[in-house]
């Protein structure tokens, strides 16, 4: 009987596991006044062997290289939304003579899967950005919609 039952729960528990690592696929419009952006979005969430990852046009946002970092820090999968977390930090730069000091932007995005509204939350402090654009906070929304069948 307790095989019975291990052998049950591990039929029951196995496809949700693995539902919870299946690549979720969007494509995503951006506009902002005159200027428009398509893309496409991918999100794996977490799974027991590898950490979320979120890929825009194929190019994975885990980056790093001498101007600085980004990462994928977390991606919450819900009935009704899916929540994003990702961290950018960037070194001190010098850009056309220009010296700029170390800076971070925190971007949170929540993606409404009934709506496909995703909010952006980005909180900008130092370098570049924050020069050119300004420190803050900074709210935007796009436009996606699910993918099926890829």
Request: glycine fraction near 8%; charge should be negative.
């Amino acid at each position: 009987m307790r095989c019975l039952f291990l052998y049950v729960l591990l039929l029951v528990a196995y496809p949700m596991t693995a539902f919870g690592a299946d690549a979720l696929l969007f494509e995503c419009k951006r506009t902002e006044k005159d200027y428009v952006e398509e893309y496409e979005m991918k999100v794996l969430p977490a799974s027991a062997t590898q950490k979320a990852k979120i890929f825009l046009d194929d190019r994975d946002l885990d980056q790093s290289d001498s101007n600085g970092t980004q990462t994928v820090k977390s991606i919450v999968v819900a009935p009704g939304a899916i929540l994003m977390t990702i961290e950018a930090r960037f070194d001190p730069e010098v850009v056309q003579g220009a010296p700029y000091s170390a800076g971070t932007v925190m971007t949170q995005m929540t993606l409404s899967r009934n709506t496909g509204v995703m909010k952006k939350v980005e909180t900008i402090n130092g370098g570049i950005l924050g020069a050119t654009l300004g420190n803050g906070t900074r709210v935007s929304e796009e436009l996606c919609r699910p993918v099926s069948g890829r």
